[in-house]
C-alpha cells in the first residue's frame, strides 16, 4: 500500500507549490484557466501526423516552470509516469498504419510511427500544461475562478468541500488499508469480504462525519453556501498575461515556425 | 477508463464538454429545489471518501491481480442521480487536475462515461426497471419505492450486478467512439472495441461483486441509510432526455451546416482523387455512420490538403512533409527543441540570481 502514502503526499507536494510567491502565481487564476485551456485545444487541434509545429508550444510549460519556480524533475517525472492510456492506444498505431510517410536517407517513417511520436508529445504538453497550472494556482482558487466563469454554485460548493476532506479521509483509508495488510500476512485475508467490510466500515465512518459536520456547520450558523471572498478583478497584468499567451498560441497554431527555422538554416548552410 | 487530452479532436472534446456542463448545470440545479442541504456536506465526503477508497486494492483471487472500486453505481444507490452525478464529477475534476488521469479538454469526455452513464443511464432505466418489483409488506407503508429494502435480497444483487456490467460495457464504448471520432488514435474500430469491451467485461464484474458486498454491509450495519436517496428520478429523467434531444438536434442540424461549408479534407482528397474510391472505414452500417458523424463534427477546417493527393491519403496527410522539406522540419525540430530548452534555463537561471543576488 506504498502507492497511497506516495498518492497522497504527492497531492500534499503540488498544493503545497501553489502557496508559492512568483508573478505567476499571485495572476488570476481565470486568466491562467484560460490561458491553459485555448493552449490544449490549441495543440489537440493540429493533425496527427504533425510533431514539428508541436514544438514550439513547449514554450508555455517551460514558460509556466521557470518563471514559477517550480520544481523541473518533479514535474517531468510526474508527467511521465501518467497517461499510459494514451501511449498504450497510440503504440498499435505504427502496427496498423504502415505507410510511409516520410524519408529520411534510408530511413523510412511510416505514418503510424509519426502519430505515435504525435500522440507523446501531445501528451507531455497538455499534462505538463495541466500540471503546472495546478502547481502555480491551487485547487480552490481554480474552483472560484471556474465558478466565476459560469459553474453552478452547488457544484462549486462539492468541489470546495470535496477538496477539504480529501485528505482527512485519504490519510484515514490509508490507515485502514495499511492496518489490514500488516494483519493479512501477505496475499491471503486481502480478499473481497474483507475489503468489502472495510471499505463499508470507511463509508459508514464518513457518513457520520458528514452528519456531525452539518450539525456544527448549522450551529455555526450555515446558510448553504460558503461566503464570498472579496472579489479580485482583472488586474492590467492578467490581461497583459492572457493575451499574450493566447495570441501567441494562435500564431503557433496558424505558423509552421519549426520549419522556418529549418528553411532558414538549411538555406544559409549549404 | 479515463480518455486523454492526447486522442481528442477539439470538436468531440468540445461537444463532450457541452453535454456534461448541460448536465451538470442540470444536476445542481435539481439539486437546488431539493433544499437539503444536509446534502451538500454529505456529497462533499462522500467524495473524498471514494478518492480515498479507489486507492485501496483487493486481490481477486485465482488471478494474482487487484481491482478496486469504481463507485459510480455505489454512489447513485445511496445518493439517487443528481447528487451522485455531481459527486462523481468532482472526483473527477480533482483527478484531472492533480493526477491527470484524463486531462481538462478530456474532462467532459470522463464526466460523461464515468458519471452520466451510470447516474443517469444505467441508474434509473436499468437499475430501478430491475429492482422495483415485489415490494414486501413491511414495506408498503412507505409513500415511495424504496431502492435498497424492497425487492427480495437475491434480485437486488443481480440488479446491481448487471447494472455495473451494463455501465461499464457502454463507457468503454463512449470510450472507442471518441476516440474514433477523434481520429487520432489509428486502431481500427473494431479492434478496439474487441479490446475495451471483454476487459471491460471483467472490469464491470469486479465492480458489481464490490459493489453488492458493500451495499449488503451497509444494509446490514445500518439499513436506515439506503432509504434515503431521494425518488427524483422522475423529473431528472425528463430532464436529460430533453438534454440528449436538445444537444443532438444541435450537433445535427447547426454543426452540419457549419461543416457543410467547409468540406473536411478527406472528402475533398476523394472528389479529387476520383470520387468512388473507399475510404479507409467508410461504408456501411457503424462505419458508415461514423464517418459521416466525423464529417459532421469537424469544427475546424484545419484537415485541408493543400495539394491534390495522388492517392487517397489518410487524413490530413496532405499537410506532411515530402521527401523535399523533411530535412528542414528535422532540423528545424532539432533546433526549436534546443531554444526552448535554452529559453527555459535562462529563464530560470535569471530568476535564480535576482533571488540571490550575493551569491
Redesign the interface.
Known amino acids: 500500500m506504498a502507492s497511497i502514502s506516495a498518492a497522497l503526499l504527492d497531492l500534499k507536494r503540488l498544493d503545497q507549490l501553489a502557496s508559492g510567491t512568483t508573478f505567476l502565481h499571485r495572476l488570476d487564476a481565470r486568466a491562467k484557466v484560460l490561458a491553459t485551456l485555448v493552449f490544449i485545444v490549441c495543440v489537440v487541434s493540429f493533425d496527427r501526423y504533425q510533431i514539428s509545429p508541436l514544438i514550439p508550444f513547449l514554450i508555455f510549460p517551460a514558460f509556466l516552470i521557470a518563471v514559477g519556480e517550480l520544481p523541473t524533475r518533479y514535474l517531468l517525472g510526474k508527467v511521465a509516469l501518467v497517461a499510459p492510456f494514451a501511449i498504450a492506444v497510440g503504440i498499435c498505431n505504427p502496427y496498423f498504419d504502415r505507410q510511409v510517410l516520410l524519408q529520411l536517407g534510408a530511413l523510412q517513417v511510416t505514418g503510424g510511427w509519426l502519430s505515435f511520436a504525435s500522440i507523446v508529445l501531445r501528451t507531455g504538453l497538455t499534462v505538463g500544461a495541466v500540471f503546472a497550472l495546478t502547481a502555480l494556482t491551487g485547487f480552490p482558487a481554480i474552483c472560484r475562478a471556474l465558478q466565476r466563469l459560469g459553474m453552478p454554485r452547488p457544484f462549486a460548493l462539492q468541489l470546495m468541500f470535496l477538496y477539504r476532506y480529501l485528505f482527512v479521509l485519504a490519510e484515514e483509508g490509508r490507515r485502514a488499508a495499511k492496518a489490514r495488510e500488516l494483519r493479512c500476512l501477505g496475499r491471503k485475508g486481502s480478499g473481497l469480504k474483507s475489503y468489502a467490510s472495510l471499505l463499508g466500515h470507511l463509508l459508514l465512518r464518513t457518513w457520520q462525519r458528514a452528519e456531525r459536520m452539518h450539525m456544527a456547520m448549522l450551529a455555526r450558523g450555515f446558510s448553504g453556501t460558503f461566503p464570498e471572498q472579496v472579489k479580485a478583478r482583472l488586474r492590467f497584468a492578467d490581461v497583459v498575461f492572457l493575451s499574450i499567451w493566447v495570441s501567441l498560441c494562435i500564431v503557433l497554431r496558424l505558423t509552421n515556425v519549426t520549419h522556418s527555422v529549418g528553411s532558414f538554416f538549411t538555406g544559409l548552410l549549404p | ?10 470538436a468531440v ?2 461537444i463532450m464538454w457541452a453535454v456534461s456542463a448541460g448536465t ?2 442540470l ?3 435539481q ?2 429545489r431539493e433544499h437539503d ?2 446534502q ?10 471514494l ?3 479507489q ?7 485465482g488471478t494474482g491481480s487487484s481491482g478496486h ?1 469504481g463507485g459510480g453505481l455505489l454512489l447513485a444507490v445511496l445518493l439517487g442521480p443528481s447528487a451522485s452525478f ?2 462523481i ?3 473527477l ?2 483527478q ?6 484524463g ?3 478530456a474532462l467532459g469526455c470522463n464526466i460523461f462515461n464515468l458519471g452520466v452513464i451510470p447516474s443517469f443511464l444505467v441508474y434509473p432505466f436499468l437499475y430501478r426497471a430491475l429492482s422495483k418489483g415485489e415490494m414486501s409488506k413491511g414495506d408498503r407503508h412507505l409513500a415511495e419505492p424504496v431502492p435498497g429494502g424492497a425487492p427480495g435480497k437475491l434480485r437486488e444483487n443481480a440488479a446491481v450486478m448487471i447494472s455495473a456490467l451494463v455501465a461499464m460495457q457502454l463507457g468503454s464504448l463512449a470510450v472507442v467512439l471518441e ?1 474514433g471520432l477523434s ?6 474500430l473494431e ?2 472495441l474487441l479490446l475495451m469491451q471483454p476487459i471491460h467485461l471483467a472490469i464491470g464484474a469486479v465492480e458489481g ?2 459493489t453488492v ?2 451495499l ?3 444494509r446490514k ?2 439499513p436506515e ?1 439506503l432509504r434515503r436517496a431521494p425518488d427524483n428520478a422522475g423529473r431528472s429523467r425528463f430532464a436529460v432526455l430533453l438534454a440528449f434531444l436538445v444537444i443532438a438536434l444541435v450537433t445535427g442540424g447547426f454543426l452540419s451546416q457549419l461543416a457543410s461549408k467547409n468540406p473536411d479534407g478527406l472528402e475533398w482528397s476523394f472528389a479529387k482523387a476520383g470520387g468512388k474510391v473507399a475510404a479507409p472505414g467508410a461504408g456501411e452500417g457503424v462505419h458508415g455512420l461514423l464517418a459521416h458523424l466525423q464529417e459532421k463534427s469537424a469544427w ?1 477546417p ?2 485541408a490538403v493543400k495539394r491534390a493527393a495522388p492517392r487517397p ?5 496532405g ?3 515530402d ?1 523535399a ?9 532539432i ?3 534546443a ?3 535554452v ?3 535562462l ?2 537561471r535569471g ?1 535564480e540570481r535576482v533571488e540571490t543576488p550575493d551569491a
Not at chain 2, 477508463?1 to 477539439?10: G, I, K, T
Not at chain 2, 451538500?40 to 471518501?49: D, I, W
Not at chain 2, 486507492?55 to 483471487?61: A, E, G, Q, V, Y
Not at chain 2, 491519403?313 to 496527410?317: D, E, Q, Y
Open positions: 477508463m479515463h480518455m486523454a487530452d492526447a486522442l481528442l479532436s477539439p472534446g468540445g451538470i448545470a444536476g445542481s440545479a439539486l437546488r442541504d444536509r451538500a456536506p454529505l456529497m462533499g465526503v462522500l467524495g473524498a471518501f478518492f480515498a477508497a486507492m485501496i486494492n483487493f486481490s481477486i483471487p472500486l455531481l459527486t464529477a468532482s472526483v475534476v480533482v484531472a487536475l492533480f493526477f491527470a488521469d486531462g481538462l479538454l476516440t481520429g487520432i488514435s489509428s486502431l481500427p479492434r478496439f461483486a464490490v458486498a458493500i449488503s454491509f451497509v450495519a445500518r441509510l475546424f484545419d484537415y491519403l489518410p487524413s490530413g496527410a499537410d506532411l512533409p521527401a522539406s523533411a530535412v528542414p522540419g528535422v532540423v528545424g525540430t533546433l526549436t527543441l531554444l526552448v530548452c529559453a527555459g534555463a529563464l530560470k530568476k
